[in-house]
């Protein structure tokens, strides 16, 4: 059975930074695409970062971009997503998701597994 774990969520203030990081278990996910979404109440769930397989190739969405990293260790079946000058805006449940294909995908119908979310809190 496919789980994913976030860690990493929290509350801080603006400007810091958090590290979310999501343990993929069931499967080796080497081969496979992984990205991270965000959801506040009341909105859809939003694309924040995806990378393919290897590692190489990594998308943003344009209000993360300069600030939010996302990588992987595939020998740990693990991605991360480093996020630095955190804003208010930022505030979300933060979702790890994997796609059971190795290019990345920016809609979330296109993924197969999701974690459970971690909540990133910024104060302003």
């Known amino acids: 059975q496919v789980q994913l774990v976030e860690a990493g969520g929290g509350v801080v203030q603006a400007g810091d930074s958090l590290r979310l990081s999501c343990a993929a278990s069931?499967?080796?996910?080497?081969?496979?695409?992984m990205g991270w979404f965000r959801q506040t109440p009341g909105k859809e769930r939003e694309f924040v970062a995806g990378i393919d397989w290897s590692g190489s190739s990594t998308d943003y969405t344009d209000s993360v971009k300069g600030r939010f990293t996302i990588s992987r260790v595939n020998a740990k079946n693990t991605v991360y997503l480093q996020m630095n000058s955190l804003k208010p805006e930022d505030t979300a449940v933060y979702y790890c998701a994997v796609r059971m294909v190795g290019t990345i995908a920016t809609r979330g119908k296109s993924y197969d597994y999701w974690g459970q979310g971690t909540q990133v809190t910024v104060s302003s």
């Open positions: 069931g499967r080796t996910f080497s081969t496979y695409a």
